[in-house]
């Protein structure tokens, strides 16, 4: 039997007509919603668009005030370096010069120390701490003394100059970001939208939690400004005391090198005068030495000339001592050859005193000669030692201004 197939439901008219009209409403209202949207959309493009324009516009004018602002700090920046170098150089000039003034005094150093090693050897009384080796002593404190000041000052320009380069450097590096920042900058301000390096950079839209502040991008650079200045006053300060220093040690060591030269002057004049004396008087001496032996001579002849005399007298008084018996009469030639006879010895002995006086002094003399002598080798070389080794070597002493 074959199976009936039912007809779908048929609907009323008047459920037609509402389900047209739901319709015909759901349609209207999609269509005005639609056109609202439009509309809305259409003022939203409008909003953004300008929006993005304008807030382009201010991200170029904040761009352009950026630029400024690292131009200017750049600028100040690159004015505070060209002064701390032009500084070093003038440091490093002064250090240069006092290294040179260092130099300088080892010269006259070592001659002051080879005229008192010099002077050591003099000889005798000679060996007398006098003036030329006070001043000397005193030479020798005082260009200690200079050569302890400059080394000092060489350090504190050694420590300075290292200040200073740190300041150069904190300024060159703040340049040098600076450069690269302007580079950056000046690239993303000319960027525009229909640039063809553009692109999406998502990860990029961030606050970097490392970077500065506004205040303290400004501070760092005016920190290093503040610091290069007070490395500038304080490398010139420097500068100032040094030269000062330069000049008094030139001036200390000149005025001592004159005074030593005028002790030594005053003292070779004085040896000199003195040796000139004793070479006087040893030449008195030498004459006197000659008389006296002239004079030994003499008293050696004259007691040798009393001997033929005392013999006449002896032989006579021994010849009459034979006469005979009453012959042997004490008469006055008997008494007068017995006077000769004393009177001829007396003389001798006389003369024999005298010659042993002038023994004596001959060998006083003589002694007095070597002494002279010695004193005059001594004062020679005194006047070597001052005149020639010291003096000699005191002229290459050249105290100059570094």
Known sequence: MAKVIQPPPKFTHPEWRVSNQSKYANAEAERIAAERLIAESDRLV????????????DVNKKFDQRLTDIKYWNSEVDDKLDDIKKEIDALVTFKSRIEKAIEGCKEPLYISQQCLLNRQKRRSIDLVHDDPEK???????TIQGALALL????????????????????????LKDKASAIKIDNHNAELRNNSSDITFKTEAVKIQADSSTPDQWEDFSNHNILNAEKQCQNSQALRSVVDG??????????????????????RIAETRDTKEKLEDHLNKVLKQIQEMEDNIDNLE?????????????????????????????????????????????????KLQVRHQQSVASLKALIRQKLDLEEDIDVKSNTLFIDETECMGMRKSINIQSY
């Open 46 to 57: 409008d909003e953004t668009g300008r929006t993005t324009v304008r807030t382009q516009t």
């Open 135 to 141: 001043e000397l002593l005193k030479e020798v404190e």
């Open 151 to 174: 080394e000092r000052s060489r350090e504190q320009a050694v420590e300075q100059l290292r200040l200073n380069r740190k300041a150069k450097y904190d300024l060159e590096c703040d």
């Open 245 to 266: 220093i330069l000049q008094a040690t030139c001036n200390d060591m000149a005025h001592q090198r004159d005074a030593v030269n005028l002790a030594m002057t005053l």
């Open 301 to 349: 002849k004259a007691i040798l000339a009393k001997e033929a005399p005392l013999q006449v007298s002896q032989t006579r008084l021994d010849n009459r001592a034979s006469r005979p018996n009453i012959e042997l009469c004490r008469d006055p030639v008997q008494y007068r050859l017995v006077e000769e006879v004393n009177e001829i010895e007396d003389s001798i002995r």
